[in-house]
């Protein structure tokens, strides 16, 4: 086999036209390329090569060891009886479809990568394969395709006297004008570096916590949405660094106070006709929507097994904090786990969708969203029915009229969430038995490194991991 011919698991064309992209990009001045995945725990883990390896790297993957998909946070290792030892070797390929020039990171390239075996076969752990495997079979079963995307929160922060410690890199109120000023230029840097690199911005505010700024993109197919979630925050990391700040994206960086969310949105779509729009159900969902709906509300409290999986996204999932920590719909109320968004008048059609709010960026994004979609698609299998909906703060609603309404608290802690995916047999076949078992160690690997911390132990043992 010549050096010019790839392994199985290389796309056909690739290696023609990384060579071609490798000119493009050394004639633009860049050096190296990121080669990005996330691990089961949360975290975005990255092998870097030359430019001028990008063709080689197309043709024959860039080795990484599997014991990533037992790591967890604090770079310890759980095991399960296939993951967690030093044997074994992967191939890092990356989607040249997304490779992009960093914009905010003079001198790289970025590229997301599918983890593929050395036999040349989809490694059972590698999230974006299970995303991209689910919404093939959405189209194939369904004829559904879909549009997501991912909030970007995050807090700014200037070095504290310890090295570690959360002094707000921003003072002023939420959403106030004092804080935009205050980092005008940095903000607009990040919106330049983000426009630069192709990331369709459609919001971008202070928020209400202290120091604390969000981003909304524009929705894309799943995958593309999840990888434009990690891109967004390379991003912001570099921005940041580049104006001697420093960001994190943790669920919470202080043991009380509002965290960082990651909500996830969501529109089912079929020939064109987005299918939360235009129908005769409740704010014009069709059936099929309602159903898809129901099927998130009822796989609820597994998903957040994938949608909250840190120690520390339990400091952010507080009623009355609007986390979302019921399991309760409603249109526009935020304080519900799945908010039902109509859209103004004449754009609805495009814009009618569905929030997952019980989600941070601790959370792997390809495993949430394909977590959310194999969990709305049962719904929608079995035709399943909606229930009424909240309106306020559900932790408002008395004990009868709530089991009702059918709602109730999600997990509190984060071993009742791995319970509640042990039990759920729809969310462990839509992972597959590999990477199912995976999170289950991963997720008691974290609730056992947390035993004995408090509040503010917990935030700052995850303060900058994520």
């Known amino acids: 086999m010549s050096e010019s011919d790839p392994v199985p698991g290389g796309r056909p064309g690739d290696v023609e036209r990384a060579t071609a992209l490798s000119g493009e990009l050394t004639g633009q001045g860049v050096h190296g390329v990121v080669l990005a995945y996330v691990d089961t725990a949360g975290i975005a883990r990255v092998k870097t090569v030359p430019t001028a390896k990008l063709a080689a790297a197309a043709a024959w993957g860039v080795g990484m060891s599997p014991v990533f998909d037992t790591f967890l946070a604090d770079d310890s290792i759980v095991t399960t009886d296939v993951l967690g030892s030093p044997d074994g070797d992967l191939r890092l390929y990356p989607d040249l479809d997304r490779l992009t020039a960093l914009a905010a990171q003079p001198g790289w390239a970025w590229a997301p990568v599918d983890r593929i075996t050395q036999e040349g076969a989809p490694h059972p752990a590698c999230g974006r394969t299970v995303l991209r495997r689910t919404v093939a079979k959405a189209a194939a079963r369904h004829g559904i395709t879909f549009r997501a995307a991912v909030e970007i929160e995050w807090i700014v922060a200037r070095e504290g006297t310890d090295g570690d410690a959360f002094v707000p890199g921003a003072s002023g109120p939420a959403y106030g004008a004092a804080r935009q000023v205050e980092l005008s230029d940095c903000a607009a840097d990040l919106l ?128 009355s904090q609007w986390a979302g920590v019921f399991t309760a719909w409603g249109r526009e109320t935020r304080e519900a786990a799945l908010r039902i968004v109509t859209g103004t008048t004449g754009v609805r059609d495009r814009a009618a969708n569905l929030e997952v709010k019980p989600v941070d960026l601790a959370a792997n994004p390809y495993l949430a969203l394909a977590s959310v979609i194999a969990a709305g698609l049962d719904g929608l299998s079995a035709s399943a029915p909606l229930p009424a909906e909240t309106t306020g703060d559900p932790s408002g609603l008395g004990a009868d009229e709530a089991a009702a309404r059918g709602v109730r608290r999600l997990p509190v802690t984060l071993t009742e969430s791995v319970e509640a995916f042990r039990a759920d047999g729809v969310l462990r076949e839509a992972l597959g038995g590999v990477l199912a078992d995976a999170v289950i160690a991963v997720r008691l690997g974290e609730a056992r490194s947390a035993e004995g911390l408090d509040d503010d132990g917990v935030a700052a043992a995850y303060r900058w991991k994520y």
């Open 192 to 319: 330049a570096a983000l426009a630069a690199q192709g990331v369709d911005v459609e919001q971008f505010h202070p928020e209400y916590a202290a120091g604390q700024f969000e981003v909304s993109v524009g929705a894309l197919d799943p995958v593309a949405a999840a990888d434009h979630s990690v891109l967004v925050r390379q991003t912001i990391r570099a921005m940041a660094r580049r104006h001697g700040l420093r960001v994190s994206f943790a669920p919470a960086v202080l043991g009380q106070g509002v965290g960082n969310g990651g909500h996830l949105h969501l529109s089912a779509w079929r020939d064109g006709t987005n299918l939360h729009a235009g129908g005769t159900g409740r704010y014009g969902m069709t059936a099929e929507a309602e159903s898809f709906v129901a099927g998130v509300l009822g796989h609820l409290p597994a998903l957040t097994a994938m949608t909250a999986p840190s120690p520390a996204s339990r400091l952010r999932l507080r009623p």
